[in-house]
């Protein structure tokens, strides 16, 4: 046999009623030691779940796997895709349609920016970015000029960008340099120096700072993004690492360039 | 990619088994893409777990169709015979792990329409109205399934564990 206030009480615990009826429940559970004795166990069941239930992340191949679907709906390999680009998924929302010539990574960026809490985040640049970032990791993006020589990528940047970014290897941090890659966007050729990290890839973009602020530390559609300036230099590190991982190698890139400068 | 972690967490409590959690996760980005299923309101993940457990149903019927035998409904009277062989002994009841695998394999054995609105309430932390909304029923029957699996996985956790100090009077 059951109190009958069995229900209201879980309401209670849950948070479903308002001041008063809490008021109200709570007096009841005060001369009832049946719904004290449910409130008891409806805490230590909660507990139990929220500490002993797998929370485990999605496997990371399934996220390859679903970026590479989105990819090809959107219809990457699609030459025109990239001439389409313009801001059109901006002002469309994607469940109207956004497949056929929108550009993958835009249109999967898109996708990321409607699922993502932080959408009033300021910053089309950082959309540019992160969608930069994106499309970097699509098959054959990656980087135009592979190597894990400093001495090659850096004079490479010479001739395919408007800026001589630093450029280091940290394998031995674990930070192995894979290559570079040159992006446009802010309407100039930024300079894409690209890390792997455990199973991580670290795009670090550099650009010449305009005048658009940029936040220092931000989330973006998932992706952590870390920017600093150097001199007239904008430097923007993207990845989905982890905030340590990620700020480990802005930092061995910061001591880098003061080293450079010496 | 936010809410694929929930994503992947809900399909694989609706479908026991990673690799087809896996196809159902996939397949729910892509209907969310191609906006099969319109997003009303703002409760994105709200919105992507409906898609989640909409793909497992139909995942579920092709592999039922496919099987050409019907599969048992998924009713309290299965799971009262749920698998308890592998009960472990009282002496080694109490390290945490197997209070990890007991709990597990408790909440598996839950019929699905009580698992889902229990880890949809202690997992993803919703309300019984975004409840209601996934599992497209009323918001009493929300109420009355939590309770119910609630109780369940108390009078069971009991059965199972019996070293426990029981309710302390």
């Not at chain 2, 109490?94 to 394999?105: G, H, I, N, Q, V």
């Not at chain 2, 996934?134 to 070293?163: F, N, Y």
């Amino acid at each position: 046999m059951q109190c009958a206030e069995h229900y209201r009480v879980q309401a209670y615990f849950d948070g479903e009623v308002d001041a008063v009826s809490a008021v109200d429940i709570e007096r009841h559970a005060e001369r009832c030691a049946e719904c004290r004795a449910l409130l008891e166990h409806l805490a230590s069941t909660r507990e139990r779940i929220r500490r002993d239930l797998e929370f485990g992340a999605a496997p990371p191949q399934l996220r390859a796997r679903i970026m590479r679907m989105l990819d090809q709906e959107a219809g990457v390999g699609d030459p025109r895709g990239a001439a389409r680009r313009p801001t059109l998924w901006r002002n469309r929302p994607f469940w109207l349609g956004a497949g056929g010539g929108v550009g993958a990574a835009l249109a999967a960026s898109l996708l990321f920016s409607l699922l993502s809490p932080s959408l009033s985040l300021p910053g089309p640049l950082l959309d540019e970015v992160v969608a930069a970032h994106v499309r970097s990791l699509m098959p054959e993006h990656l980087t135009d000029v592979v190597s894990t020589d400093r001495h090659t990528v850096k004079p490479w940047f010479a001739g395919h960008a408007d800026v001589s970014p630093v450029v280091a290897d940290f394998a031995g941090q674990g930070y192995r340099l894979v290559g570079g890659r040159a992006d446009y966007f802010d309407h100039q050729r930024a300079a894409v120096v690209v890390y792997e990290h455990g199973p991580h890839f670290i795009n670090v973009f550099t650009w010449v700072a305009s005048e658009r602020t940029f936040p220092d530390l931000t989330t973006r559609s998932g992706y952590h993004v870390a920017s600093w300036r150097v001199g007239n230099l904008q430097y923007c590190a993207v990845s989905d690492a982890g905030w340590d991982e990620v700020l480990a190698l802005v930092r061995l890139l910061r001591d880098a360039g003061e080293r450079d400068q010496r | 990619m936010p809410h694929l972690d929930a994503a992947h967490r809900f399909a694989r409590w609706l479908s026991r088994s990673g690799s087809d959690a896996d196809d159902v996760v996939q397949e729910a980005f892509l209907r969310a893409f191609r906006g099969f299923d319109g997003l009303r309101g703002s409760d994105v993940k709200g919105w992507l777990l409906t898609i989640v457990r909409n793909c497992h149903a139909t995942a579920l019927k092709q592999q039922q169709r496919r099987a050409a035998v019907p599969l048992p409904q998924e009713d309290d009277e299965q799971f009262s015979s749920a698998p308890t062989a592998s009960t472990p002994d009282p002496e080694s009841a109490s390290t945490a792990d197997d209070d990890k695998r007991t709990l597990d394999r408790l909440i598996a054995a839950l019929p699905q329409e009580h698992r889902e609105v229990l880890l949809l309430r202690e997992l993803e932390d919703m309300s019984y109205r975004e409840i209601a909304a996934v599992t497209r029923v009323p918001i009493g029957t929300v109420m009355s399934r939590l309770a119910r699996a609630r109780a369940a996985l108390r009078v069971k956790w009991l059965q199972e564990t019996p070293g426990e100090p029981r309710a302390v009077r």
